[in-house]
């Protein structure tokens, strides 16, 4: 789109002025690499359901910083929100990134009580690039991992879930897939691993790729007996629709606290 700068600028301005309201973030470090934390945004009392944030940017762009936008949302309907970071491509692998999301959730869980994190009740959120590396997580086997599966219900939006047509475009020139990665990286693959419940959104205004992925993704993961929705947001494009997860009567926000089973607002 001619003016998705400024519309992911608005993400910036969103995400600075929830922290006003709300005050700085814990960060907390999920690995050893500088950017392996979360920037957790804090309800009232604890122990509390948590929603994980992954961000979007084409795998390139965008930090924990630029995705606070919905935390006060949750924060005010009684939940915690967790805004993960992780690298880059090309500067390490998309397995990598995948790896590093993977890695967020299991020591959230594993943190649960210390962090004060209700441990059966954490929820995850995707968008863009965000979106598939959510799905690659909600596409885990967590049992090779040494882990329970930590998520409980998940949202992706507006992602990608078979790699092949991303593999087949420009993009491949920063992501280097070959038929290994396209095939352990696309979540539509592996959807006998989904054990949550999940719902798949994308807009209206968005490309044609993205809304035909939304859809085979969803009915995919419904053929295989999975507990799946599939939204579409009417008068919403590909950058602009995630901004209703920062609205508790927003579409996104709405689906969201429904999904957690919070009912304050």
């Known amino acids: 789109m001619a003016n998705a700068d400024e519309l992911i600028h608005r993400y910036v301005v969103m995400s600075e002025a929830a922290r006003a309201r709300l005050g700085e973030p814990e960060t907390i470090a999920y690995g050893a690499a500088v950017n392996e934390t979360l920037d957790i945004y804090r309800a009232a009392r604890a122990p509390a359901p948590l929603l994980v944030f992954v961000h979007g940017g084409a795998w ?13 949302t949750f924060v005010r309907a009684g939940a915690h929100f967790a805004a993960a970071d992780f690298s880059a491509v ?34 995850l959120v995707g968008h863009s690039s965000g979106g598939h590396l959510a799905a690659c997580a909600l596409t885990t086997d967590w049992s ?31 992501l280097n897939l070959d038929d290994a990665g396209e095939q352990a990286l696309s979540p539509q693959r592996h959807l006998d691993r989904l054990t949550c419940p999940l719902i798949v959104a994308a807009a209206e205004f968005e490309a044609p790729e993205f809304r035909r992925q939304a859809r085979d993704f969803a009915a995919a993961a419904a053929d295989r007996g999975g507990i799946v929705s599939h939204v579409e947001g009417r008068g919403f494009n590909h950058f602009d629709f995630i901004e209703t997860l920062a609205e508790p009567h927003g579409l996104l926000g709405k689906l969201m606290l429904e999904q957690m089973g919070i009912n304050e607002y």
Not at 144 to 164: F, N, T
């Open 60 to 72: 390139q762009r965008l930090t924990k910083r630029e995705s606070a936008f919905a935390a006060e």
């Open 90 to 123: 090309p500067a390490v692998r998309l397995a990598d990134l995948v790896d590093q999301v993977r890695r967020a959730l299991a020591f959230l869980y594993r943190s649960a009580e210390r962090l004060g994190i209700a441990r059966d009740r954490i929820h």
């Open 144 to 174: 090779a991992l040494g882990s329970a599966a930590p998520i409980k219900g998940g949202l992706c939006v507006s992602g990608i879930y078979d790699l092949r047509p991303v593999r087949l475009s420009a993009r491949n020139a920063y």
